[in-house]
């Protein structure tokens, strides 16, 4: 069982920076893998980036080498960080938090733990 609380939106001009954070609360051995996805209106939910397990990590194309993802464990809650550099305006969307057990392969199906979203604005 996994309980996600994401924080850190808000509103940047594009070339600016933001943090995200996501708290979760993690009972027991169900997940493996943690990742940040978003949902731009009028679009579906897409996968940004995700961490294994093993500290792996893996990029859309879209914000490799723009945005970073990390966690910081502890023994049953952890924190999952988004720093997202360089933003541009397509970058504007509700940005999800998310666990899963399984392949860590960074799609929105199968079964998976969503916090509720944090808002990202990214003005020209």
């Known amino acids: 069982q996994v309980q996600l609380v994401e924080s850190g939106g808000g509103s940047v001009q594009a070339g600016g920076s933001l943090r995200l954070s996501c708290g979760a609360m993690?009972?027991?051995?169900?997940?493996?893998?943690m990742g940040w996805f978003r949902q731009a209106p009028g679009k579906e939910r897409e996968g940004v980036a995700r961490i294994s397990s093993d500290g792996s990590t893996s990029y859309s194309e879209s914000v490799k080498g723009r945005f970073t993802i990390s966690e910081d464990n502890a023994k049953i809650t952890l924190s999952l960080f988004l720093q997202m550099n360089s933003l541009k305006p397509e970058d504007t969307g509700m940005y999800y938090c998310?666990?899963?057990?399984?392949?860590?392969?960074?799609?929105?199906?199968?079964?998976?733990?969503w916090g509720q979203g944090t808002q990202v604005n990214v003005s020209s």
């Open positions: 998310a666990a899963w057990w399984g392949s860590c392969a960074l799609v929105t199906g199968g079964k998976k733990t």
């Open positions: 993690v009972y027991g051995y169900s997940t493996n893998c």
